[in-house]
């Protein structure tokens, strides 16, 4: 049997080499197509919160209110149920709560006011504050109390509340609008916030602003 020539061999061993890299090429060319990108997520555009008129419905008044406030009622009893003014706040929620107080007359009124104006220094000293002013004929009386840092816990609620006198014949109606649950710790971040809402304030027989 003949021997193959060095030629023959040398032709055979650089074809396998070819066949050896084409093979593998062809392998990598097989490698399983990566999935594609997950698409980005489509930004959802924040709901548009705009200010106006809100009536707080037991009580004759309106207030300017982002539009996610709302008067809610507690309650299907007549006599216990609640009406809350209550809303997002920069920091926590509001809860502000509309009560019917009895009526007063004048004399009883004008002893009000200035017991509130005898009280204000005090209570100014304290922290808290006392104002007194009219919306047309209608008296108001706002009076906000700071808790006493002495005696009572750092989370104590602020005793903040409007007391509001419409005329009524002889006498006045009375009426509340009270802060409650906002704790001293947050009164910083939403005091700016209640001010501006509790100056808003407007009687029902008063025209509203154009909107």
């Known amino acids: 049997m003949p021997h193959a020539r060095p030629a023959d061999l040398s032709f055979v061993i650089v074809l396998s080499i070819v066949l050896g890299f084409c093979l593998i090429s062809i392998g990598c060319d097989d490698r ?32 300017d209110v982002p539009s996610n406030w709302k ?58 504050d006392v104002r007194v002013r009219e919306i047309g004929a209608v008296q108001i009386i706002e009076r906000r109390r700071m808790p006493n840092p002495a005696s009572q816990p750092a989370d104590t609620p602020v005793d903040w509340r409007v007391t509001l006198f419409v005329p009524s014949g002889v006498g006045y109606e009375q009426y509340e ?26 009687h029902d027989d008063a025209p509203l602003p154009p909107m």
């Open 177 to 202: 609008i009270k802060v409650i649950d906002l704790p001293v710790t947050t009164l910083s971040n939403n005091q700016a916030m209640i001010e501006s809402i509790f100056s808003s304030l407007k």
């Open 32 to 63: 399983p197509t990566p999935p594609p990108e997950p698409a980005a997520p489509t930004s959802v555009p924040a709901p548009v919160i705009t200010t106006g008129p809100l009536s707080l419905g037991l009580l004759p008044f309106t207030v």
């Open 71 to 128: 008067v809610n009622r507690y309650g299907e009893n007549p006599l216990t149920a609640r009406s809350m003014l209550e809303g997002p706040l920069p920091d926590g929620e509001a809860h502000l709560m509309l009560g019917l107080r009895e009526n007063v007359s004048g004399g009883i009124l004008k002893l009000m006011v200035e017991r509130a104006r005898k009280d204000s220094a005090e209570i100014i000293k304290a922290g808290g």
